[in-house]
């Protein structure tokens, strides 16, 4: 009937009907299907936004080399402790069709960026032997006066005010973790288009934004959401699988030295190393395991001996929980056509 939106269903290859929201039905994507029905009920504009299906955004140009982009003066360094998220953000890039270059911590990075060969660092903000701060703060005083390399944060701590703390640090911009295409690729062609280049850069297919609710509750968190990583790598299994596989070794690990060192009473090293895997079990969907790895983190830095220890005492349980779903679908992973769907 006139006046009634529809939202239509499809294949991601399939064409949709005229004056229909066309979603992109397997696998179905939240943000996705929110930005249908808000497009479908006239609150979001097809003619200023149109709706762009996961997998149509992540068929991406093909992505330079290094020495092609390095010609066209839009080689990227990204500069990440964690392995598992310089993996992520590395593939993200060049599902967008950027080039990188890969540093471990601040030290690596000041001398990598020192050649001239970059036209935009990502940095990580909390690193071991030099963050994100100190980095940027070095890179302004060596660089000629009247220049300014961009430099942008990626952080897992989405914290009020961090924003506004890294611009006041001599950073120009600022993401946090885990990236979304949508705010990434706009930012790469704000940064990136500022400097001088030798030839257009490849057309880039961004997601289109959708609105972002505020619930009156937080959510309950899923012990493990198997479209977190999908999101953000595309339908790629073989690097997914990769990637939880490491986000398994690792966080065994990880999770380990939490503990030993709040038995130790190292605090700091507690909070430094829940950090980390909270960073990496939000890249892999392990919700609840990231946010009480959050939770750690800040009672260490605050140096809540009594309150690490009762959030402590769930550490184990939530990764051992997390780990069985990821395991599970690793060993299905062989079967055709798993559906992909979250785990509360």
Known sequence: PAGVGVVQLLACNQKTEANAAALCSNPLHYHDLIAAIAQASGRFSRVTAPLVSHAEALVAPPAPSVEQALALGKLVLLVDDNEINRDVMSEQLRLLGYACELAEDGVQALAMWRSGRYALLLTDCHMPNMDGF??????????????????????????????????ARGMDDYLSKPLRMVELAPLLDKWIARRPQAATPPKVHALAASPQAVPDEEPQLAVWDATTLAQMVGDNHDMQLGLYNKFVLSADKQVCEILVALLAGELNLAADVA?????????????????????????????????????SSGLTPQFTNARGLIEIYIKSAARPRVASVSSY
């Open 134 to 167: 100190t980095l940027t703060e070095a890179i302004r005083s060596e660089s000629p006066p009247g220049s300014r390399f961009p430099i942008v944060a990626i952080t897992a701590n989405a914290m009020q005010g961090e924003a506004e703390r890294c611009r």
């Open 275 to 311: 950090h980390s895997l909270k960073s990496s079990s939000r890249m892999v969907g392990a919700l609840r395991l990231g946010a009480l790895c959050e939770a750690i983190e800040h009672a260490g830095i605050d140096g809540d001996a009594s309150l690490c220890s009762t959030l």
